[in-house]
């Protein structure tokens, strides 16, 4: 039987292990894909908001030659950090369900190359991200091939016709990239101005694109609908359509509300937020915590590595005093 098991190998959930370790508790780590794979799924070019001291865990050092760090840096760093500390992961392994025994014993049942492995623990920390729950715009058109809510690199799209919908950092990035490479953006965004929100260092070379009308910004757009070769969309009551070859729908992302609240912790259904104890990260369900941006619910921009990372020590503070 494992004393804890952590769900998510993302830098929140290592970070907790590590936590773990200092109390001389070994965790075992469950990854449906490998570590840090949110990261290993950021486009090829993303730059950190934080700069390097800000993303390290476990003490260990993120020494980089840049002021922010770029995704490649962050995954050798993390990578190392694991293999420094000797980090129990077992990756590729994807958790169906978890079932409570009793006061003392979960039992976790994953998946692993098509194969059901069965674990017990004592304490389970839920440390899954958000990253791969897209927010979707539940319109005609979104399963399209064409539509995608995730931008990894802009070459493809060379000269092809490309809307982006959304107007925070994630749409104004894709939209600079795809630009560069050569494709026609236009960009459909709901907002009546640009939004506050978007990295300072950025929005002038944004504003500066739109000015010269290398891209289309459209404001106060509705999109209603996605076809084959458009797409349409609503500004100020007055319909509009759009030649269309790719859709990048940068709508955000939110956490797995349906999966936490299959583990029977309790969500606060108008913010998403979990129910948790903020000095323990315990949830309603006794021994089962929270860690990371999941804590957050609906509102993604309030937690990253810099805090969630952070988490684990009160989570190992308090396992290791109920160990005692």
Same mark, same amino acid.
């Given at each position: 039987?494992?004393?804890?098991?952590?769900?998510?190998? %993302?830098?929140? %959930?290592?970070?907790?292990?590590?936590?773990? /370790?200092? $109390?001389?508790?070994?965790?075992? &780590?469950?990854?449906? %894909?490998?570590?840090?794979? +949110?990261?290993?799924?950021?486009?090829? =070019?993303?730059?950190?908001?934080?700069?390097?001291? $800000?993303?390290?865990?476990?003490?260990?050092?993120?020494?980089?030659?840049?002021?922010?760090?770029?995704?490649?840096?962050?995954?050798?760093?993390?990578?190392?950090?694991?293999?420094?500390?000797?980090? #129990?992961?077992?990756?590729?392994?994807?958790? $169906? =369900?978890?079932?409570?025994?009793?006061?003392?014993?979960? /039992?976790?049942?994953?998946?692993?190359? =098509?194969?059901?492995? +069965?674990?017990?623990?004592?304490?389970?920390?839920?440390? +899954?991200?958000?990253?791969?729950?897209?927010?979707?715009?539940?319109?005609?058109?979104?399963?399209?091939?064409?539509? @995608?809510?995730?931008? $990894?690199?802009? =070459?493809?799209?060379?000269? /092809?016709? *490309? *809307?982006?919908?959304?107007?925070?950092?994630?749409?104004?990035? @894709?939209?600079?990239?795809?630009?560069?490479? %050569?494709?026609?953006?236009?960009?459909?965004? #709901?907002? !009546?101005?640009? !939004?506050?929100?978007?990295?300072?260092? &950025?929005?002038?070379?944004?504003? !500066?694109?739109?000015? #010269?009308?290398?891209? /289309?910004?459209?404001?106060?757009?509705?999109?209603?609908? &996605?076809?084959?070769?458009?797409?349409?969309?609503?500004?100020?009551?007055?319909?509009?359509?759009?030649?269309?070859?790719?859709?990048?729908?940068?709508?955000?992302?939110?956490?797995? &509300?349906?999966?936490?609240?299959?583990?029977?912790?309790?969500?606060?259904?108008? @913010?998403?937020?979990?129910?948790?104890?903020?000095?323990?990260?315990?949830?309603?369900?006794?021994?089962?915590?929270?860690?990371?941006?999941?804590?957050?619910?609906?509102?993604?921009?309030?937690?990253?590595?810099?805090?969630?990372?952070?988490?684990?020590?009160?989570?190992?503070?308090?396992?290791?005093?109920?160990?005692?």
């Amino acid at each position: 039987m494992e004393h804890t098991i952590i769900i998510g190998a %993302g830098p929140c %959930g290592i970070a907790c292990a590590l936590a773990l /370790q200092d $109390k001389g508790i070994e965790p075992l &780590i469950i990854e449906k %894909g490998n570590i840090v794979n +949110t990261i290993y799924h950021y486009p090829i =070019h993303q730059t950190f908001f934080s700069s390097s001291d $800000k993303l390290e865990i476990g003490d260990i050092p993120f020494i980089n030659e840049k002021a922010k760090p770029v995704r490649l840096d962050a995954l050798a760093y993390y990578r190392e950090v694991v293999n420094r500390r000797n980090v #129990r992961i077992h990756s590729f392994e994807e958790m $169906k =369900h978890i079932n409570k025994i009793n006061e003392q014993c979960f /039992q976790v049942v994953t998946d692993k190359s =098509h194969e059901e492995v +069965t674990y017990f623990a004592k304490h389970i920390i839920i440390a +899954t991200g958000y990253y791969d729950q897209a927010q979707l715009l539940h319109i005609s058109g979104e399963t399209l091939p064409k539509v @995608t809510h995730y931008f $990894k690199e802009a =070459h493809p799209y060379y000269k /092809q016709n *490309v *809307v982006v919908i959304g107007g925070k950092n994630s749409a104004v990035d @894709t939209t600079i990239e795809l630009q560069r490479a %050569g494709a026609n953006v236009t960009v459909l965004y #709901r907002g !009546s101005n640009y !939004s506050t929100s978007i990295k300072p260092w &950025i929005l002038p070379a944004f504003e !500066s694109l739109v000015r #010269r009308k290398l891209i /289309q910004m459209e404001f106060n757009a509705e999109v209603n609908e &996605i076809t084959e070769d458009r797409v349409i969309y609503t500004v100020n009551g007055t319909k509009k359509n759009i030649k269309n070859d790719y859709v990048f729908a940068m709508t955000g992302y939110m956490p797995d &509300i349906d999966l936490m609240s299959k583990l029977g912790i309790e969500i606060d259904l108008q @913010t998403g937020r979990p129910k948790y104890n903020p000095e323990t990260y315990e949830t309603n369900v006794k021994n089962m915590y929270v860690a990371g941006v999941i804590i957050s619910g609906y509102n993604g921009n309030e937690t990253f590595i810099e805090n969630g990372r952070h988490h684990g020590e009160k989570i190992a503070s308090y396992i290791d005093s109920c160990t005692v």
